[in-house]
Nanobody, 115 residues
Framework: VQLVESGGGLVQPGGSLRLSCAAS????????MSWYHQAPGKERELVAA????????TYADSVKGRFTISRDNLKNTVYLQMSSLKPEDTAVYYC?????????WGQGTQVTVSS
């Protein structure tokens, strides 16, 4: 049972990236999925979330209108499309799956926004 993130990297301010989170060993469609980020010296924060039923999405105020979370249950994958990136978006981005009391974390992928 694991989540594997990919798609991070170095991007200039104003640029875009798409992060992917592939699930293995479990059925992602049964889980509420989220993306978190953690900058150096700061706590891990929720960026975006999508429910298992209905696909309702929520976003941190800092990313509203710039980031979009989506899920492809056939591919067992969740995505985070990030646009208009800012230096303050620099962080390690983690994928999270949650169902009732059970939660799974990915290993994280680094996103660096810098000119």
């Amino acid at each position: 049972v694991q989540l594997v993130e990919s798609g991070g990297g170095l991007v200039q301010p104003g640029g875009s990236l798409r992060l992917s989170c592939a699930a293995s060993g479990f059925t992602l469609s049964r889980y509420d999925m989220s993306w978190y980020h953690q900058a150096p010296g700061k706590e891990r924060e929720l960026v975006a979330a999508i429910t298992s039923v209905g696909g309702t999405t929520t976003y941190a105020d800092s990313v509203k209108g710039r980031f979009t979370i989506s899920r492809d249950n056939l591919k067992n994958t969740v995505y985070l499309q990030m646009s208009s990136l800012k230096p303050e978006d620099t962080a390690v981005y983690y994928c999270n799956a949650k169902r009732n009391w059970y939660t799974i974390w990915g290993q994280g992928t680094q996103v660096t926004v810098s000119s």
